[in-house]
C-alpha cells in the first residue's frame, strides 16, 4: 500500500469522522444553544488535546511569536466555530456543506489582497462559478435567507480568513500554539455566555457533547496522518466526501432530502472548489512553496505539527 494511498483512506475516515461530529451536533441542537454544545464539546475535547500536546517532547514553550496574530485568528476560530455549530442546528446537514464547501474560493480571492498574492484568470474563473453555486443553493428571491444561511456563510469566511493568517504565519508559529490558544480562548469566550444561555444538561446529552469533543480530536489525529502520508492536493478535496455523509445522515436520521438546487449548487462548488485545489497544487510545485491545505470549518488545527 502506497504512502499516498494510506492518506487517502486516512482522509476519508477523518471526513467520515467530522461528519458524524457535526450530525451529533444537529441532533442535540433542538435542545440545547450552540454556545452550551461548544462549551462543552471543548471541555471535553482539551483533556486529549492536551496529552497530545504533552507527548510533543519537542515543545519547549508555548509563548506565541507573533501573539496579536494569534489572537485575531483565535477570535476568527470562535466566530467560525459558533457560526458553524449553529447553522447545523439550523439547516438540513447537505445545505450546511454546501455553503461551508466555497472556503477554498473564498481563501483564493481573500489571498489577493491580504497576502498579495497573485491568482491567474482561470482560478478567477472558478471562484467565479463557485459562487454561482452558492446562489443556487441560497436561491435569494426565491426562498427567503434564514439565519442559518447567514451563519454558514460567516463560519465559510471566517475560517477562510483563518487560514489565510495561517499562511502568512507560515512556520513562525508552532502548530501547538495555533491549537492551544482557540481552544483556551474558545472556552473562556463561551464560559462567558453560560449564565445567560445555560439549560440543564441531561446526563445522555453530556456523554454526546463528550463524543462530540472527543470526535474532533480522533478526526483531527487522522487528517494530520493524512496530510502527512499524501500531497494536500489528494487529499483536500477528500473533505467533498461529507456531502455524502451528509445526505446519508440527514434521510436516516433528520427526514432530510435534499432539493435539486443543493445538489445541482453543491456539485458546482465541489466541482469549482477541487479545481482550486488542483490549480494551486500545480502552482506549489513549480515554485516549490506549500501546497494550500482545506481546513475544516469546525475545528481548525492549522498546519501540521512539526
Known amino acids: 500500500m502506497t504512502a499516498a494511498f494510506k492518506g487517502l483512506i486516512a482522509a476519508l475516515v477523518a471526513f467520515a469522522i467530522f461528519s458524524s461530529h457535526d450530525a451529533l451536533i444537529k441532533t442535540l441542537g433542538g435542545s440545547y444553544p450552540a454556545f452550551q454544545i461548544i462549551f462543552f464539546s471543548i471541555l471535553f475535547a482539551f483533556v486529549p488535546m492536551s496529552m497530545l500536546m504533552l507527548a510533543d517532547k519537542a515543545v519547549d514553550n508555548f509563548r506565541p511569536r507573533h501573539p496579536w496574530l494569534v489572537l485575531l485568528r483565535s477570535c476568527l476560530t470562535i466566530i467560525s466555530m459558533s457560526c458553524g455549530f449553529y447553522?447545523?442546528?439550523?439547516?438540513?446537514?447537505?445545505?450546511?456543506?454546501?455553503?461551508?464547501?466555497?472556503?477554498?474560493?473564498?481563501?483564493?480571492?481573500?489571498?489577493?489582497?491580504?497576502?498579495?498574492?497573485?491568482?491567474?484568470a482561470q482560478r478567477w474563473a472558478a471562484v467565479v462559478v463557485g459562487l454561482i453555486g452558492v446562489l443556487i443553493v441560497l436561491r435569494p428571491g426565491l426562498t427567503a435567507m434564514s439565519l442559518g444561511h447567514l451563519a454558514a456563510l460567516t463560519a465559510a469566511c471566517a475560517n477562510s480568513l483563518a487560514t489565510i493568517l495561517v499562511r502568512k504565519l507560515g512556520g513562525q508559529e508552532r502548530s501547538v500554539v495555533l491549537i492551544l490558544y482557540p481552544m483556551l480562548l474558545s472556552m473562556f469566550a463561551m464560559s462567558l455566555t453560560l449564565p445567560v444561555v445555560y439549560v440543564p444538561v441531561k446526563l445522555v446529552d453530556l456523554g454526546l457533547m463528550a463524543s462530540i469533543g472527543f470526535l474532533s480530536v480522533i478526526a483531527q489525529t487522522f487528517l494530520i496522518s493524512a496530510y502527512r502520508a499524501a500531497p494536500a492536493a489528494v487529499v483536500a478535496p477528500i473533505q467533498y466526501s461529507q456531502i455524502i455523509w451528509a445526505t446519508l445522515f440527514g434521510v436516516l436520521f433528520f427526514a432530510e432530502t435534499p432539493d435539486i438546487y443543493v445538489a445541482v449548487g453543491s456539485t458546482i462548488i465541489i466541482a469549482s472548489g477541487i479545481f482550486v485545489v488542483w490549480r494551486e497544487s500545480r502552482e506549489n510545485v513549480s515554485l516549490q512553496t506549500p501546497v494550500l491545505k482545506t481546513a475544516n470549518p469546525r475545528f481548525d488545527t492549522g498546519p501540521q505539527p512539526k
Open 87 to 120: 447553522a447545523f442546528t439550523a439547516l438540513p446537514l447537505a445545505e450546511v456543506y454546501a455553503l461551508l464547501f466555497a472556503m477554498p474560493l473564498l481563501i483564493t480571492a481573500f489571498s489577493v489582497p491580504l497576502l498579495g498574492e497573485t491568482v491567474r
